[in-house]
Structures are given as C-alpha cells and as structure tokens.
C-alpha cells in the first residue's frame, strides 16, 4: 500500500513542475493569438489539452486564452 501511495504522489508532483512550453511553440501561439486581433506581448505558457488538440495560453501575466484547431483552422478564445 504505501508503494502505490508513493507512486502516486510521484505522478502528482511531476504534473505540478510542468514545463511552460517550448520557445518555439511560445513564439507560434503569440504569433496566432495576435493574428487574431488579441493582446499578447509575451508569453508567460502554453499547456496543451489532454483530450483534445487545443492548448491554453497565459500571456502578459494577465490574459488566458484557447487556442483550438478546428478541422485546420486555429481559432483563438478569451478564458474568463
């Protein structure tokens, strides 16, 4: 039993460190969302979706956004 527990709290804590996204992928999401008439200076992360092929964006410490692919077309929305 208090194998599982360790492997479990193992899986937890790596999911709390996740990385915050490539360069790369941190300069395409800017580039989407600010094609799409929004505000974006700098990229604070990018985290993608577990289920889908979207992917959140946090920028200027402020705002949050979606970024989704529909059928080829990236769409960007505003998270509350």
């Avoid at 985290?47 to 949050?64: I, L, R």
């Avoid at 692919?69 to 929305?77: C, K, N, S």
Wanted: with cysteine; hydrophobic share 40%.
């Amino acid at each position: 039993m208090r194998k599982i527990l360790l492997a479990v709290l193992g899986l937890l804590a790596g999911n709390a460190y996740a990385d915050d996204g490539s360069p790369d992928m941190k300069a395409a999401a800017k580039a989407i969302i600010q094609a799409a008439d929004y505000q974006c200076n700098k990229v604070n992360g990018v985290y993608p979706a577990h289920f889908s092929n979207a992917f959140t964006v946090f920028c200027d410490d402020v705002y949050e956004y979606t970024i989704k692919d529909r059928g080829g077309r990236w769409t960007v929305e505003v998270n509350d």
